[in-house]
């Protein structure tokens, strides 16, 4: 099984906060703290919570970095095609709009977003 039932928002709302859920899910918090985080991080940056400059400093700052999806076809490597290839590890999907924690070859998520094409990705160190 590639993806997994993910949704740690207390109230069990699906409130467009793949961002919060996606940070909760690398950085092995609860969703509160999560949320606090990029809160803060989106103050401090004069930008949203749930952009890509957002979380992501959230992620470097907690040991991720940053790198490119290969171009070996770059408008047909899933994120099930990235589960496949990162069977270890951590890592977070950015997709443009949206993104998702994959843990150990498992797509993490409200929403089966396997199908889904990364344009980059962060992986834990």
């Known amino acids: ?9 207390p109230a069990g709302r699906r409130v467009g ?4 859920r996606a940070v909760s899910k690398a950085l092995k918090i609860d ?7 990029l809160t803060q991080a989106g103050f401090d940056m004069c930008d949203m919570p749930s952009s890509d400059s957002v979380w992501g400093a ?12 290969p171009n070996t076809c770059p408008n ?15 890592f ?18 409200s929403w089966d977003s396997s199908k889904e094409i990364p344009q980059f990705f962060w992986e834990e160190r």
């Not at 099984?1 to 928002?9: G, K, L, R, T």
Request: charged share 20%; net charge neutral.
């Open 76 to 90: 047909c490597y899933t994120a099930r095609d990235f589960c496949r290839d990162h069977p270890l590890g951590t």
């Open 58 to 69: 959230v992620l470097r700052k907690n040991g991720f970095y940053r790198k490119a999806v």
């Open 1 to 9: 099984m590639v993806y997994v039932y993910y949704n740690p928002n």
């Open 92 to 109: 977070v999907l950015g997709f443009g709009g949206h993104v998702a924690t994959v843990h150990d070859g498992q797509i993490f998520d």
């Open 17 to 20: 906060d793949c961002s919060v």
């Open 31 to 37: 969703w509160e703290t999560a949320y606090a985080m």
